[in-house]
């Protein structure tokens, strides 16, 4: 059939304070393969980011850049993920002892939760979750992201207005740990860290089961940046003494790779393994090169956003 060649190639765009990220992706027989990586900075201050309020401050401008950031792709845009920014939702665990039968009343009772615990108004609350149990368990477990629904479709009603339809659409951090999940193994206890300039997020699996997260407003960017991770982690083992971190995997949208794995190494006697991007996707980069190295990393949560619609 004459379109299928268009439906396997599948577009992820990263929305994030600075501009905006394209990357189209093909799923081959041997893995995946970057075909188009594009990075269109915003001219000027464009979003002003918050979880409370409408973040697009020049509707025209960021319309603009995001026609100018798919200029240069292969293909029409048919299948399209997105990333929205960190910042602008709560990403939580949710314990219940009991949930409803319908999505629809799941997400009234976490709407419920929200408001008592981070006072979202209920009836303005966008909810999406995720099943994380373990078999067998008694209480029911949610990976639950939460944003005010008028800044969501903020964001949404401007991808129509360009003529884009989102297929999925996910916090950054999630699509970036959905590129680099691959590399993490099923057993033991293993930590990772996605690492963005302003922002990072912090996940621990038990056997592959998510049993812990943290997402931080702070980045490489910020001087006390390894401070605040280290932090993380001592929260992290004050509520889980008795379950010791084996290997921390580290995801970086902002490469420096070397060094940031020897300062991890001067901040715990953990393992620590910097995940290398041209181990999880074939590319025309010279792996060699310093600058396609960059660029790679930095394409990572649009990279994951495409290949969320895999899934």
Known sequence: MF???????????????????????????????LLHGSIV???????????????IV??????ETIRKALEETQERVSNLGVSIPNEIVKISIQKFEE????KSEIEKMIAWEMEKTLHF???STKISYHMIDKPGEKDRHLLVTAGILDVIKDYENNLINVKLLPRVIRPAGINQYNFFQTMLPEKGIIAFLGLYEKFFTFFVFENGRLAFYHGVKKGFSD??????VDMTMQHYFNINPDREIEKLYVGSQVAFHKELKDVFKTLSNMDVSIIEEVHLIKTDMDPDDPVSRTRLSSLSSAIGAAQSLST
């Open 121 to 123: 108004p209920m009836e």
């Open 99 to 102: 949930l409803p039968k319908s």
């Open 223 to 228: 001087l006390h940046f390894f401070q605040d």
């Open 41 to 55: 900075l915003f001219p000027e201050e464009v979003i002003n980011l918050s979880y409370k309020e409408k973040n």
């Open 3 to 33: 379109f299928r060649k268009f439906d396997r190639i599948l577009t992820g765009i990263e929305i994030s304070e600075a501009g905006i990220t394209v990357a189209q992706v093909e799923k081959e027989k041997s893995g995946w393969r």
């Open 58 to 63: 020049s509707e025209e401008l960021f319309r």
